[in-house]
């Protein structure tokens, strides 16, 4: 998250021992399933990295020790899809969509005017608060988007801030068509795949587009995803969250990293994302805060598709910051396992950012864990609304508490 300080500040190795239930997400260790579950356990960090895993009865010598006190330990959440880069507050709307009123689009066009009248320095703050926040929840690596500035100018910016927070930023020029030019959207897309494009690449690795009515056909969304790869950027997609529509099997076709939303799935978009290496992204935060049909996961993961879990923390439709929340989501109205919604939200999102060193705890992985104040993971569902993290060491430094 914060890109200086990495590192473990102990010189040498430190044991965390006493561990009742390690999930590495590697099925080779421990009890064989895909959370690779070992009892009684302990991890050993070296630097920033894992170094050893295993029965904590058989563990090697280290300069330190950390006694877990009987708890569990699960790899840090890797949330690969959140907007963080805005300003401003829309209280009202989402009251109103309390009251009856339903979620449009439209109400992106509120956080844009907020987010171009504000600092660098008042965004950059606001995406330091919502990472703080999010680490400690368990949060580990983020990805973020711009999408809320949707000029040349405040869409670089947006990458330029986001990009002092995390590796993982995506270009999202094509939110919706910018104000300026409602009445002429071939003219932004000429804007977004061409001096837009030019401005914002050298701030990100993904670039994005939400193809949904009301902003971006699959045409449009073809052109934006193309021209990004063009610039070196991998493509990711909005897709499928308001209704049906060709975007699960453009990003499919187009091979992006992810699909994100796919609440409104036909039998061919499944067979699709399941044929594919594109990621089920699923947002529940979506879903619980405009009020709309959950996602089918089981669907998805009964198919062979490969389903990652992440907030959307935004303004808009998803104001959570919260991995656990969407876990509890996920198990209860999702027909997710606890283990599946585990796996999605820590390995599945690692799958949706194209890594394999965040996500699983084995020799060689980034040492990101997360202590839980629980005996087992499945506890994150069983007790929602719990705050159940009370411990993260992100890169093999204690970061939480
Ligand atoms: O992922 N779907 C498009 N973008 C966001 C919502 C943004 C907003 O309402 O401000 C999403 O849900
Ligand atoms: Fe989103």
Same mark, same amino acid.
């Given at each position: 998250m914060v890109r200086s300080g990495y590192g473990n500040e102990q010189a040498g190795s430190t044991a965390v021992v006493g561990i009742a239930s390690l999930v590495t997400?590697?099925?080779?260790?421990?009890? /064989?399933?895909?959370?690779g579950v070992i009892r009684e356990a302990a991890v050993v960090i070296e630097g920033d990295r894992i170094v050893w895993t295993g029965e904590s009865a058989r563990v090697p010598v280290t300069d330190h020790v950390s006694d877990a006190g009987g708890r569990a330990v699960v790899p840090g959440f890797v949330d690969s899809h959140s907007h963080l880069v805005f300003a401003g507050d829309r209280t009202e709307e989402f009251a109103a969509r309390m009251s009856g009123r339903p979620y449009s689009a439209g109400g992106i066009r509120t956080t844009v005017a907020a987010t171009r009248a504000a600092s660098d320095e008042a965004l950059s703050a606001n995406v330091a608060r919502y990472l703080a926040e999010a680490l400690r929840q368990g949060t580990t690596t983020f990805e973020t988007k711009s999408g809320? /500035?949707?000029?040349v100018e405040d869409e670089a910016r947006c990458l330029r801030v986001a990009a002092a927070h995390t590796d993982e930023v995506t270009y999202l020029g094509a939110h919706i068509v910018a104000p300026e030019y409602a009445d002429d959207p071939a003219g932004y897309v000429d804007l977004v795949t061409g001096p837009m494009l030019d401005a914002c690449a050298p701030y990100a690795r993904w670039v994005d587009v939400f193809c949904e009515r009301g902003a971006f056909d699959g045409d449009a969304a073809r052109a934006i995803l193309t021209a990004g790869r063009a610039k070196g950027l991998v493509p990711r997609v909005h897709a499928n969250q308001l209704g049906h529509g060709p975007g699960v099997q453009l990003a499919v076709e187009l091979d992006a990293a992810s699909a994100d939303h796919c609440t409104h799935l036909t039998d061919a978009d499944v067979d699709a994302l399941a044929a594919g290496r594109t990621v089920a992204t699923l947002l529940p935060g979506a879903e619980f805060s405009t009020r709309a049909p959950w996602p089918d996961a089981r669907r998805l993961l009964d198919a062979g598709a490969t389903v990652a879990l992440s907030t959307?923390?935004?303004?808009?439709s998803s104001f959570t910051s919260s991995v656990p929340f969407c876990v509890a989501l996920a198990v209860r109205d999702m027909g997710m396992t606890p283990d599946e919604a585990l796996w999605a939200a820590t390995a599945g999102g690692a799958a949706a950012l194209r890594r394999d060193d965040v996500g699983r705890l084995a020799p060689g992985a980034r040492a990101d864990l997360v202590l839980l104040d629980?005996?087992?993971?499945?506890?994150?569902a069983y007790r929602p609304g719990v705050p159940l993290v009370a411990g993260v060491w992100r890169a093999g430094r204690p970061v939480v508490p």
């Open positions: 997400n590697d099925p080779a260790q421990g009890d /064989g399933s895909p959370l809320y /500035g949707l000029t959307d923390c935004n303004p808009g629980a005996p087992s993971h499945v506890h994150l």
